[in-house]
């Protein structure tokens, strides 16, 4: 089918180049022309494992292509996927503004029928709001159908989970484009969810609140295991073996950040206020997060004392693994505490550093891990990257002024680190 993708984000540039992959002709907007021209000349603006590859092969097959056009996209598609930000606003709402301009120009572009499909995430009702702009808007008075259909992507597996979804969440007013967006959706062999645009829509809200429960109440439960003296690493063990629990999202941390949870927690606060009903519970998730960053930054203050003039090295500055991606990163949060406090701070990241010298300045940026516990008088995991577990051991304690961890990601074997000479601080453990 021939595709539009409104947005050249982590949403959309995977989302275009996967639609591609399995055959779809694919045009990506973006009204950033700098990124465009960098696309079209080769250039990836994010790291996402895969994606490079992807775009460049399906580039040359001619399926994939890059403008700074909505009005060239709208006439060249039959469907038009609108992936553009959706950031919050201080009262923890959802900024819609990129939303309803996109729906404008999809409007005043259209000469015919088109199937607009809402790719970011939106509070309920949005559906309804685009329908209304795109009719209010759309001068050749021509059919149109708008479609919900929420991503369900993890920053750093993107590409896998768009090529292996779990399911495929569409949310439609009539059945008249259910059979197109099965079509679309139909190599990726995954279950499809036909439903109204607002289940549609409180599906991914709902989903991603639900993450970040599970996520703080395994940080809840790790502040048990440290008061009790057990291992919140075996206590999720053996919670995950149950089918209706499972493991998945059972690793106590620093806390949840990146782009996505907090936003969309925040969102979904808002969004049930603005129905009638105080969703406590998330509020609760929200507290929990932030006093998991302040016992954190306690447990390195306690051991170190004073952190004024401390010389602190901290491995990671993505929000997670696997992503150049520092927004709302609870690493970056660290960093800011820490220097706050009058810590000096030698950091690594293996694809964030770039990213991060425009949110954390007046630190020492480091290329190779090992070099990070040079002169310092402690070492902080902050970012759960597979490569710092082949972290040398040994030369970072002898690089310490005193070999002293503390792992915000639970990285190390506390008995082996001990064995190895080392005093280490891990979360619930």
Known sequence: MKLTIIGTGYVGLVTGACFAEVGHSVICVDNDAAKVKLLQSGGIPIYEPGLEELVHKNVSAGRLRFTVSTAEGVEQSDVIFIAVPTPPQPDGSVDLSFIEKVAREIAGAMTSYKIVVDKSTVPVKTGDKVAE????????????????????????????????????????????????MKEIYTPFNAPIIVTDINSAELIKHASNSFLALKISYINAV???????????????NGMGMDDRIGRRFLNPSLGFGGSCFPKDLSAFIKIAEQIGYDFRLLKEVQRINTEQMERFI????????????????????????????????????????????????????????????ALLQDVTYVENMNEVAE?????????????????DLERARKALSHPIMFDGRNLFDPQEMERLGWIYKSIGR
């Open 222 to 236: 790790s502040v048990l295991c440290e008061a009790a003296g057990a291992n919140v690493q075996d206590v999720a």
């Open 133 to 180: 702009t795109i009719k209010r808007y759309c001068k050749a008075q021509v059919d149109f159908d708008v479609v919900s259909n929420p991503e369900f992507l993890r920053e750093g597996f993107a590409v896998e989970d768009l090529m292996k979804p779990d399911r495929i969440v569409v949310g439609v007013r009539s059945q008249r484009p259910v059979a197109a």
């Open 298 to 357: 306690k447990k390195i203050s306690d051991t170190l004392w004073v952190l004024k003039d401390k010389r602190i090295g901290v491995l990671g500055l993505a929000f997670k693994q696997n992503t150049d991606d520092v927004r709302m990163s609870p690493a970056i949060d660290l960093c800011h505490r820490l220097q706050k406090d009058g810590a000096i701070l030698r950091v690594h990241d293996p694809k964030a550093m770039e990213k991060a010298k």
């Open 375 to 391: 002169g310092c008088d402690a070492l902080v995991v902050a970012t759960e990257w597979d490569e710092f577990k082949k972290l």
